[in-house]
Every structure is written in structure tokens, then in C-alpha cells.
């Protein structure tokens, strides 16, 4: 998990959903979730994973700037301010 600022200041986390994908096999989608909220609704992207180890990894090596990107894209699809 990886800690995230938006535009707006507000600090997000971000992590992994389950999720069923190709093959009936389990994989992760990329998510996001304000900081200190653990029972907050995943704000869920597009980026799919084949593993959740998959998605680990490469929500590790992700520049900060493709993440923010990522968060924006997501906030906005999912009608979050």
C-alpha cells in the first residue's frame, strides 16, 4: 500500500480489490481509499492485475505521477470530489 496526495490535499492509500479475471482466476484492480478510512468505499480504477501479488508489485514501482494520474482518473469516473 502506498500513501498519495491529491490535488486537492487530501492524503489516499493506495491499494488493491479482488476481483474474478480472465480464467475464473483471482486478480486485483488497482483502488484507492482516504487515509485513515479503513471503512471507506474503495474508489476502484481501470488497472487490472493478473495476481494481487501483480498488483503489489507494480503499484510499487509506479511513479508518482502515473499514481496521481491513476487517483484523478478514478475520482472522476467514480463522481468523487
Known amino acids: 500500500m502506498r500513501q498519495i496526495t491529491d490535488a486537492r490535499g487530501r492524503s489516499w492509500e493506495a491499494t ?3 476481483m474474478i479475471g480472465a480464467h475464473m482466476r ?3 484492480v488497482l483502488a484507492f ?3 485513515g478510512d479503513p471503512a ?3 474508489v476502484r480504477s ?3 492485475f ?3 501479488e501483480a498488483a503489489e508489485l507494480a503499484i510499487g514501482a509506479m511513479g508518482e505521477k502515473e ?3 491513476r487517483l ?3 475520482k472522476t469516473s467514480a463522481g468523487v470530489a
Open 16 to 18: 488493491t480489490v479482488p
Open 26 to 28: 483471482t486478480g486485483a
Open 33 to 35: 481509499r482516504p487515509s
Open 40 to 42: 471507506a468505499e474503495a
Open 46 to 48: 481501470t488497472v487490472e
Open 50 to 52: 493478473n495476481s494481487p
Open 67 to 69: 499514481l496521481g494520474r
Open 72 to 74: 484523478e482518473w478514478a
